[in-house]
Each structure stands twice: as C-alpha cells, then as structure tokens.
C-alpha cells in the first residue's frame, strides 16, 4: 500500500463551503452625528481586514433631531456594504425589530455605536450562531475572562440587575443588557412578535423568552469600555426594567410567553447506532432528598427543643449536605435557606396532633409540594 498517496489530502477537502451564513450588524443611533462615522468606518475596516463571512452593516436612525441621518445616508453612499434607514419612532428594541424583521441575512447582530466591546470578540458570537450550535449568543462583562472598566454606579447597578434575573427568573445568562448580540434570523423573528418592549428592555425580554422556550443562549466573555457620552439614563432604565420584569413574569405564568419556534430534536448521527430507552424523568423526586434528610434530622432534634428551633437546626443540617453537593452562592443558598425555614416552620406549626412523627411528616409534605411545583415550571418552561 501507497502510505503517501493515502496521506496525502483529497481535492475535495481542500473545497470551499458551498455558502457561508450571511451577517447583517444592525447599529441604533440616536443623535449620534459626531460617534457615528468613526464607529462605521472603524467597524468596516475591521470586517473588511478578515471577516470569514459574507457582512452588511446597517444604520438604524431611531428619531434623531440632529445630523444624524445626513451622516448617515453619506456613509451608505462612501461604503458598498453600509446600508441605512431611518425611523420615526425612538427607542433601540424598535430599531432592532424594525432591522431584523426585514433583513436578508441568516444571522442579524447588533453592536452599540460607542463600540464599548472589543470588536475581536464579534467572529466568536456569530460563529456560535452561525454553526448552528445555539439559536443566540451575547457578549458579557461578568463572566470569568471578561473584562471591564466602567464606574462603580453603572457597576453596580448592573450587577444587582442580573443577579435579580438569576435568582427571581432561574436565568442561566450572566448578562442581559451588553450591547453586542446575535442571533439566527428564523428563530429571532417569532420570538420578536412577543417582545412588546421597544426600549432598552428589549434585551433582557428577548433572552427571557428565549430560555423560556428552551432555546440556547451561548455567552462570549468580553473586553469592554465604559463610554462616557453614553445616552442611557440609568436610574430611569433601571425603573423601566422593574416594570417590565413584572410583565413577563406574569406572560409566563399565563402561557402567553409560549413561541413557536423551530429546533429539531437531538438525533444520532452515526446510522448504526444502538439507541436506549428515554431515561424517566426523575427530577421531582432527587430533589425531595434534602426533604427527606432535612424530616429525619427534624426527629431527634424535636426531643430536645421546640418545633420552630428543632425546624431551623435540621434545615441547617440538611443545607449543608446540599450546599456541599451543589457548590451553591453563600447569598442563594441563605436565599433558599430562609425561604425553607418560612414554608417547612409554617407546615410544622399548622399540624393538629403534637409530637416529632407528625410534625416530621409535614415537613417532608412540604418538600413533596415544593418539588412538584418545580416540577411543572421546568416543564411549561422547556
């Protein structure tokens, strides 16, 4: 046998993909005259320098009363692939939808026109997309490896936002309002007709209702500037976004969150695998284990104190086998810890007949309740 022929490669490895997934980067501006022209040529240049993908860059003028649109219209006219248009409407979650219901291309992104995000984290965000892999990818500044200069107001804020989404909505991103997203254009366009925000909320409700439906949000760590002539009014978006937390909570608790949106079911790709049976799913029950340690603790520790003492010391110890398991945040796990101690205290007290045995019982009655509406959410949410 010829090893070198065998090791050398085949032409047809060497061919080139029949098409490339199309990009089309969406820039809002709003009275953006003076940082608009060196965001797009910068921009360009970049794209233009080594891009893998076929690219337009389109300039969404939301209600501007400056000189906006003139500078605009003059870059679309100096650049081959700048494209822009014009709203009368203001507010970034309506120039996005506006861009991204009508664009051409197979996957829509967005970057701020203060171009705050190193430009060399966007060929990761759309390769994500791009490949297939998850349906949306967003830049963050607080997962490890990102990195970050901005003030501490703007700091802080941030950081209580998105620990808000974790702990109140289970979210698995870090960052919800980064500036710097992307997204497969057949799947963004079902889930915008839910999106009733048109402000600055429509980020963080377009990632809400993606991970509502059981869509992959794939995250980038960035590098990112704080810029100083930003048009975000903090404390007025920070209100804004407490109201409409609100009102996707209550979407969601209704079933009117609910996108029909397409995602094929995982396959084996090779043609003779051996498939096994669908595992049962037994979530509800693993998670009635710590119940069922926290009520057998409960059983020595009531001969020697009261319901409510004997309650908290067998929470603790029931925690700190799960807290060890699950290398919980010491703020979620208290979280947790305090909300246990109200629900299992409360099933304790309201138990008619005295005694360790009934009272254990109710605390394990409780756990079942618990875990069994944790159940169900996980299901209407997947």
Same mark, same amino acid.
């Given at each position: ?37 060196g ?11 080594g ?22 219209? @003059? ?9 822009? *248009?014009?709203?009368?409407? &203001? $507010?970034?979650? !309506?120039? #996005? /939808?506006?861009?991204?219901q ?7 992104a ?6 705050s ?24 500044r607080? @997962? ?9 107001? *703007?700091?802080?804020?941030? &950081? $209580?936002?998105? !620990?808000? #989404? /974790? ?25 915008m ?32 500037i ?27 608790s ?64 029931a ?64």
């Amino acid at each position: 046998m010829d090893t070198r022929a065998a090791m050398e490669p085949s032409p047809r490895v060497l061919e080139p993909a029949a098409r490339p997934a199309s990009v089309d980067i969406v820039i809002p501006v709003l009275n953006e005259e003076r940082a608009l022209p060196g965001c797009v040529r910068t921009l360009a240049a970049y794209l233009d320098a080594g891009f893998p993908l076929p690219w337009r860059i389109t300039i969404v003028d939301n209600g501007s009363t400056d000189g906006t649109w003139r500078v605009a219209t @003059a870059l679309a006219g100096e650049l081959e692939q700048v494209h822009a *248009r014009r709203l009368d409407i &203001r $507010g970034r979650g !309506a120039a #996005l /939808r506006a861009a991204w219901q009508e664009s051409p291309a197979d996957v829509v992104a967005y970057m701020d026109v203060d171009l705050s995000t190193d430009l060399d984290a966007l060929f990761p965000l759309v390769a994500a997309v791009a490949g297939g892999h998850s349906e949306l990818a967003v830049g963050t500044r607080l @997962a490890p490896g990102a990195r970050t200069r901005r003030s501490l107001r *703007r700091e802080v804020v941030s &950081r $209580g936002y998105n !620990a808000l #989404l /974790r702990h109140g909505f289970g979210v698995r991103f870090s960052d919800a309002q980064c500036g710097f997203k992307a997204a497969r254009t057949d799947v963004v366009r079902p889930l915008m007709r839910k999106v009733e925000d048109d402000s600055w909320f429509f980020d963080t409700e377009l990632l809400l209702l993606a991970e509502h439906n059981g869509l992959r949000v794939h995250e980038v760590p960035v590098d990112w500037i704080e810029d100083a002539d930003s048009r975000v009014k903090v404390v007025r978006t920070a209100v804004d976004d407490l109201k409409g937390l609100a009102r996707v909570a209550w979407s969601m608790s209704t079933g009117r969150a609910r996108v029909q949106v397409r995602r094929p079911e995982p396959a084996p790709a090779h043609p003779d695998a051996v498939l096994t049976r669908p595992m049962l799913d037994i979530s509800a029950f693993i998670a009635i284990v710590p119940g069922i340690l926290h009520a057998l603790a409960y059983l020595p520790l009531r001969e020697m104190w009261s319901p409510a003492v004997a309650n908290l010391g067998a929470l603790l110890l029931a925690g700190i086998v799960r807290v060890t398991a699950r290398r919980r945040s010491a703020l979620r796990a208290a979280t947790r810890c305090a909300v246990l101690y109200a629900l299992t205290t409360a099933a304790v007290l309201c138990v008619p007949a005295e005694g360790a045995a009934p009272e254990s019982g109710a605390v394990a009655a409780a756990y079942c309740l618990l875990a069994l509406l944790r159940w169900v959410f996980s299901r209407t949410r997947n």
